[in-house]
T-cell receptor
Framework: QKEVEQDPGPLSVPEGAIVSLNCTYSNSAFQYFMWYRQYSRKGPELLMY????GNKEDGRFTAQVDKSSKYISLFIRDSQPSDSATYLC????????????FGAGTRLAVHP | DTAVSQTPKYLVTQMGNDKSIKCEQNLGHDTMYWYKQDSKKFLKIMFSYNNKELIINETVPNRFSPKSPDKAHLNLHINSLELGDSAVYFCASSQDLEQVDGYTFGSGTRLTVV
């Protein structure tokens, strides 16, 4: 079983839609949860960071962590064509020497 | 002014060759990483260095040898290249070994082995 599972998609939505991206993980020791956005031919860039459980909101983006279910989500409201990218979840735990474990990435296309 | 820069951006080479990828960061970070992203976009850590000291070596074949001449540079040398080495290699840096949310990635080096 992989440490983190993510549906690779692709996911295609119309502009303005609400997008839900999800990952599950297997080890309850993970405490740090991140979402990265990767545009084509570019490096990943950090979009959202959450420590432990709960919600975090930043503009149109909301990250949720449910540690009891080992489930993390990223919601994008009012999606824009510029949101078209691959979204990767990443997890880590303390004592892990800052090693990030990534999901496979979900490719999102927002069409006008 | 690029924070994490990698050279070359593209590398096409034949099986059996030896090649190097260079990485430099100007962020003053202590920790640097190499990640490999395969054709399915799966991104996996290979190595990490903290102040020139090897911290993580993630069961990578010993054909891959990282070298950190100083904390701003982390190079990756690959011997006897194989078809399966074709991937995008990303260099990254973070302030230290604890700043989980502080990674900065380079733009990647796309390696194709023919």
């Amino acid at each position: 079983q992989k440490e983190v599972e993510q549906d690779p998609g692709p996911l295609s939505v119309p502009e303005g839609a609400i997008v839900s991206l999800n990952c599950t993980y297997s080890n309850s020791a993970f405490q740090y949860f991140m979402w990265y956005r990767q545009y084509s031919r570019k490096g990943p860039e950090l979009l959202m960071y959450t420590y432990s459980s709960g919600n975090k909101e930043d503009g149109r983006f909301t990250a949720q962590v449910d540690k009891s279910s080992k489930y993390i989500s990223l919601f994008i409201r009012d999606s824009q064509p510029s949101d078209s990218a691959t979204y990767l979840c990443a997890i880590a735990h303390s004592g892990g020497y800052n090693k990030l474990i990534f999901g496979a990435g979900t490719r999102l296309a927002v069409h006008p | 002014d690029t924070a994490v820069s990698q050279t070359p951006k593209y590398l096409v080479t034949q099986m059996g060759n030896d090649k190097s990828i260079k990485c430099e960061q100007n962020l003053g970070h202590d920790t640097m990483y190499w990640y490999k992203q395969d054709s399915k976009k799966f991104l996996k850590i290979m190595f990490s260095y903290n102040n020139k000291e090897l911290i993580i070596n993630e069961t990578v074949p010993n054909r891959f040898s990282p070298k950190s001449p100083d904390k701003a540079h982390l190079n990756l040398h690959i011997n006897s290249l194989e078809l399966g080495d074709s991937a995008v290699y990303f260099c990254a840096s973070s302030q230290d070994l604890e700043q989980v949310d502080g990674y900065t990635f380079g733009s990647g080096t796309r390696l194709t082995v023919v």
